[in-house]
Structures are given as C-alpha cells and as structure tokens.
T-cell receptor
Framework: QKEVEQNSGPLSVPEGAIASLNCTYS??????FFWYRQYSGKSPELIMS????GDKEDGRFTAQLNKASQYVSLLIRDSQPSDSATYLC?????????????FGAGTRLTVKP | DGGITQSPKYLFRKEGQNVTLSCEQN?????MYWYRQDPGQGLRLIYY???????QKGDIAEGYSVSREKKESFPLTVTSAQKNPTAFYLC?????????????FGPGTRLTVT
C-alpha cells in the first residue's frame, strides 16, 4: 500500500463545474496535509494546507480533512481552464525530531472550456 | 524579491560525470530539501537539512551528496554512482523542519544523462 494515494486521472470537468480531488494516506500519525498544483514542466506550487478535521476554504478552493478515515480532499469551485494541472497531495508525519513529507503521484485535472 | 532559485534549468551530462545542482533561497528559511521527480511517481526525498552544517539522508540518498555551509545555499551533487540520474530535481525550503511548516519549491533543474 502506498503511503499517499491519489487517483492518477485524468479527471475532466467542464468549465464552471466543481472539481473534486481525493487523497488517502496510510499513516495515522500524520499531522499536516497540503495540496500543491503543478503545471506541466513546472515545479509544485502550494495552494492549500490543512491541519485539523473539517473544511478550510480559500477563494475557490476548499480542503477537507477526515483523520478518522485518513482522507483529505480538494474541491475547486467554478473550475477554469487555467486550473488544468496536476494536483499533488502531500502528507507530513512528525517522527521524533524530524518531519517526513510524503507525496502522492498526483491527479491530472483537465478543465474543458 | 524573495524566493528559491535553482540553476541551471536544464543540464546535460555524459555518464560517469559528477554534476552539481545549485539551490539558493533568500526567505531566511532554516530547512532545505532536495527531491527527485520521475514521470508518474510522487516526489521522493533525497536529502534534507534543518540547520547549517547538518543534513540527513532521505529515502533515496545513494549516489547523491550535499553540503550546507550557508543558510541560504544547499547544493546537490549527483555522482557517477547514481544509477538512474535522469530526472527533474526540485529544491524546497521551509521556515523550520517542523511538521506544520509549509514547503516551498524552486523552479527545478531537469537533468539528462546520456
């Protein structure tokens, strides 16, 4: 079982729709959860972080965390073609004095005009 | 203008040659990281450093070496011992090495070894 799992996609949604991206993780000690957006050929860009159960909203983005189910998701409302990218889920586990960030392989999102 | 810079953007080398990738940050971050990204895979940690003159191996450190002589700089050397060096290399930094601290990435260096 991979430590951080994401559906590789591609996920295709029409412009204006809600895109829902999902991520599961295996380590119950996980403390911090991040979503990165990566355009083709570019480096990852942090778009959301979430640390406690529930929802966190930032503009068109909402991150949802359920630690009991070991599940974190990202919703993108009013999707735009410019949202087309690969979205990486990252989970940080604090082990002793060091942190350990684990990344999923990413979900490729295509928003069609 | 604060940020993380990596150079060069593209690098081509012959097998058997060592190559050093540069990473500099002016964010005053304590922690710095090197990741490798291969197609269809998640980022994998090569090395990380939480303070100057100290660094730890990540999951795939074999064939790589680093140094942290200055807070701002964390160069990565890909040695000839690295069996599959062709990849996209990403440097990141965070305010501290704690679990709650967000990591920010540089633009990356794409290394091709033939």
């Amino acid at each position: 079982q991979k430590e951080v799992e994401q559906n590789s996609g591609p996920l295709s949604v029409p412009e204006g729709a809600i895109a829902s991206l999902n991520c599961t993780y295996s380590d119950r000690v996980s403390q911090s959860f991040f979503w990165y957006r990566q355009y083709s050929g570019k480096s990852p860009e942090l778009i959301m972080s979430i640390y406690s159960n529930g929802d966190k909203e930032d503009g068109r983005f909402t991150a949802q965390l359920n630690k009991a189910s070991q599940y974190v998701s990202l919703l993108i409302r009013d999707s735009q073609p410019s949202d087309s990218a690969t979205y990486l889920c990252a989970v940080n586990v604090r082990r002793r004095n060091n942190n350990d960030m684990r990344f999923g392989a990413g979900t490729r999102l295509t928003v069609k005009p | 203008d604060g940020g993380i810079t990596q150079s060069p953007k593209y690098l081509f080398r012959k097998e058997g040659q060592n190559v050093t990738l540069s990473c500099e940050q002016n964010l005053n971050h304590d922690a710095m990281y090197w990741y490798r990204q291969d197609p269809g895979q998640g980022l994998r940690l090569i090395y990380y450093s939480q303070i100057v003159n100290d660094f730890q191996k990540g999951d795939i450190a074999e064939g790589y070496s680093v140094s942290r002589e200055k807070k701002e700089s964390f160069p990565l050397t890909v040695t000839s011992a690295q069996k599959n060096p062709t990849a996209f290399y990403l440097c990141a930094s965070s305010l501290s090495g704690g679990a709650r601290y967000e990591q920010y990435f540089g633009p990356g260096t794409r290394l091709t070894v033939t």
